[in-house]
């Protein structure tokens, strides 16, 4: 467990037989819940109901053996652990003396090579460009978590030997969030074992505990909140989001209301319920609010769900499916209250949750209110850099490169995780922003591979959306994107037990596929998806249900009123963006 002191730190060598724990984590976009892992080693991983699987990050050294063992019998390889190579080190001093060298020196622009026959000029000397870049450039991430240590350890795999900084505002190293509101919350393991497997050499400076509050994108600076900057060459942003607070400032601080996305949230909110409170009020029922009553009532507590629209989950997966969520809530003793909002918490005179109000005249007595209302992105140091960044995050292109306030693609900024609203081909070219573990993880592969190649190398990020959540026992998966979509039909399986898959259509296109527990069969939806198979699909299938016709979607489309820009200018040459920020 390592609290570093704030300030530049450096990473510490990460070994097993060092003494270090073992860190792992399982890709649960990759899970089949087939169970062989929990048949190795049962001690940690553990199924839940049909196909949920848990883990523990940090299992302890006795484990370890088994714990190789079933990475090793995983038959889609979703397990992955620290790494542990007896050339670690050496490799890891061979990288980190090159990027000493480099570190605090800018890339030297190189010489402009001689043309080869064949060969235009342009062409070599950007390619020397980046040769070089790759030896010695500086690169910086703002965001030490999830993007930003897959993008580190990317850049590594892709052999950039210059120098690599990661900036966080968080007191640790990276850790994973989505066991927060799952295992952590129920108290299977602390939050602090939800670190993430260092699964590559990633030799880098840790500057954590100091958030970035500024970017200098002309002088290519990072401005830090101690006073310091950090020069780079490249810059990928990977700033995520943070928990919606409640909209009350006075409410907000009353002892008793929680917010969950941060391990400090998790130890909190953790803590209050093992002190078995005698209710919980859950305010939203998006997939955080959901995980967190199921977390709830697995320990026998008494908790509430007040949720704005029509059922749980309707503004992921619309309100047909959501109907299932509704049921599995109530089914398992959920106080499930829909078309209403909460419009005041109160406190008892000391300072403490006693009660809340909601829209429907009903009262709620309840001593802890878990504000589950959404994420807001993490852009506001952004705010004077010249680019595109506001409250849908910061745009980018398909290759992760940042656009400028004009929408005009930059060259050294690029972005990555739950902070990036990219355009999807698949989805009408549409910008995305998805807060989804898979996406982030993907993406910033991607930008890290484009960091680092010329931009005829570049790769798109083409990867079709998928994540998974786990509530009330059941495994909740969906591939593609649910909210694109007018119709949805009941494709194999029984909403009854729940164990269906549900297929989702635009204008007669299969766009996305939820599965409760039959995560099986989404890799199959998923080609067809990328295929643009028509919808309703028609192909037979294994355990087809017995009325298949297509439903209205009944996604919740969520307007904006706010105006975001301004255009000013006549000609082309001086029409110019700017951008207005709200709040
Ligand atoms: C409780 C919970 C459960 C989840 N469960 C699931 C799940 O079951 N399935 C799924 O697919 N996804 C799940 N997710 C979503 C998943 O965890 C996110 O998609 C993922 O964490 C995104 O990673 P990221 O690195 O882009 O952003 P983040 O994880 O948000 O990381 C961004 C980092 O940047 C830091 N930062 C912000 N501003 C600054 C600044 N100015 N300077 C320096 N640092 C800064 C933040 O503090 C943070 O450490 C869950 C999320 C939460 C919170
Ligand atoms: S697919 Fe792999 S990680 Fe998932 S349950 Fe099976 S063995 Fe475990």
């Excluded at 919980?280 to 995980?291: D, M, R």
């Excluded at 026992?473 to 909403?495: E, M, R, W």
């Amino acid at each position: 467990m390592e609290i570093p002191e704030r300030g530049e730190k450096r990473e510490p060598p990460q070994r097993q037989n060092g003494g270090w724990p073992m860190r792992l984590v399982v890709d649960l976009t990759r899970c089949q819940g087939f169970g062989q892992c929990a048949f190795l080693a049962p001690d940690v991983f553990r199924m839940r109901g049909g196909e949920a699987l848990r883990d523990n990050p940090e299992p302890d050294d006795a484990q370890q053996e088994r714990v190789l063992r079933a990475a090793a019998a995983c038959p889609v390889q979703a397990i992955r652990v620290d790494r542990i190579d007896a050339s670690d080190t050496a490799t890891g001093m061979v990288a980190g003396a090159a990027a000493a060298a480099a570190r605090s020196k800018p890339t030297p622009p190189p010489a402009v090579p001689p043309q080869r026959a064949g060969e235009p000029a342009a062409d070599s000397w950007r390619a020397s460009a980046v040769e070089a870049f790759r030896r010695g450039g500086r690169i910086v991430i703002v965001g030490a978590s999830l993007a930003g240590l897959a993008a580190a350890a990317y850049l590594r795999r892709e052999g950039f030997a210059g120098s690599l900084t990661l900036i966080g505002d968080e007191p640790y190293r990276p850790y994973d969030r989505p066991p927060l509101s799952k295992q952590v919350l129920d108290g299977w393991i602390p939050a602090d074992h939800a670190g993430l497997p260092l699964i590559d050499q990633i030799d880098a400076q840790w500057r954590l505990g100091v958030p970035a509050t500024g970017l200098d994108s002309i002088g290519k600076r990072v401005l830090l909140a101690d006073g310091s900057t950090v020069e780079f060459d490249r810059l990928l942003i990977a700033t995520g989001t943070r928990a919606r607070p409640w909209h009350n400032e006075a409410e907000a601080a009353l002892d008793g209301v929680f917010t969950l996305r941060t391990r400090q949230d998790a130890v909190a909110l953790r803590q209050r319920l093992a002190s078995r409170p005698g209710r919980v009020l859950v305010i939203g029922g998006g997939f955080t609010g959901s995980e967190i009553a199921s977390a709830c009532r697995d320990q026998d507590l008494a908790v509430t769900v007040a949720e704005r629209g029509s059922a749980p989950l309707v503004g992921a997966l619309g309100a047909a499916v959501g109907g299932v969520a509704a049921g599995m809530q109530r089914e398992h003793g959920v106080d499930l209250h829909c078309d209403v909002t909460v419009t005041s918490l109160e406190g008892d005179g000391n300072g403490r949750l006693r009660q809340a109000q909601l829209s429907d005249g009903t009262t709620v007595d309840a001593d802890v209110a878990v504000v589950a209302l959404g994420a807001i992105r993490n852009t506001e140091w952004l705010h004077d850099s010249g680019l595109a960044v506001g409250i849908w995050g910061v745009a980018c292109d398909a290759g992760c490169r940042a656009f400028d306030v004009n929408a005009v693609t930059t060259e050294d900024i690029f972005v990555a995780g739950d902070v990036a609203r990219f355009p999807h081909p698949l989805y009408e070219y549409q910008f995305l922003a998805l807060e989804h573990w898979g996406n982030a993880v993907t993406q910033a592969e991607v930008a890290a591979h484009n960091m680092v190649t010329p931009p005829g190398d570049h790769w798109p990020h083409l990867a079709t959306p998928v994540f998974w959540s786990q509530q009330f026992g059941v495994n909740i998966k969906s591939v593609g994107v649910p909210t694109f979509a007018d119709q949805v039909v009941l494709a194999q399986g029984s909403v009854s037990e729940p164990r269906f898959v549900a297929a989702y259509g635009y204008r007669g296109r299969l766009t996305a596929a939820v599965s409760f527990d039959h995560g099986i069969w989404l890799d199959f939806y998923q080609k067809m998806i990328e295929a643009a198979e028509p919808f309703p699909p028609a192909f037979p299938a294994v355990d087809e249900p017995s009325y298949r016709q297509p439903l209205p979607a009944q996604i919740d489309q969520k307007e904006s009123f706010h105006a975001t820009v301004t255009v000013t200018g006549h000609d082309p040459s001086e029409r110019r963006a700017e951008l207005i920020h709200i709040g």
